[in-house]
């Protein structure tokens, strides 16, 4: 993985919007497509960017495969930028409210399974 990759899966705000959320608690697709309101392709493509920078790792869960921020990651990188993402500056509100609907939601209501 080159370095620059790491800085190409930040590049887009729904990128950064799914790792904070993932601050929050792990969450699966249908909870993540639900809060972004993006097709599940879109969301999925999105995660396997940020799995590929290692930014994100997945675990099934009976039904589910749910996402995990990679907090252990051995890339100095990958951890200097997860500070950088607890900095102040990523508290706006769209933040916030993700933050608040990644409490709440719940694959059992949003995932149809």
């Not at 890339?75 to 609907?101: C, G, M, P, R, T």
């Amino acid at each position: 993985m080159k370095k620059t990759d790491l800085f190409k899966a930040l590049a887009d705000k729904s990128r950064l919007r799914i790792l904070k959320m993932l601050e929050v608690r792990p969450l699966c697709v249908c909870e993540i497509r639900a809060i972004l309101g993006l097709a599940t392709s879109t969301v999925s493509q999105h995660l396997a960017i940020l799995r590929n920078a290692g930014f994100i790792f997945d675990i099934k869960d009976n039904k589910w495969v749910e996402y995990h921020l990679n907090r252990d990651s051995q890339d100095d990188v990958v951890q200097a930028l997860f500070l950088v993402l607890q900095n102040k500056s990523f508290d706006d509100e769209i933040y916030q409210k993700d933050a608040q609907q990644a409490r709440l939601v719940d694959r059992n209501n949003v995932c149809g399974i």
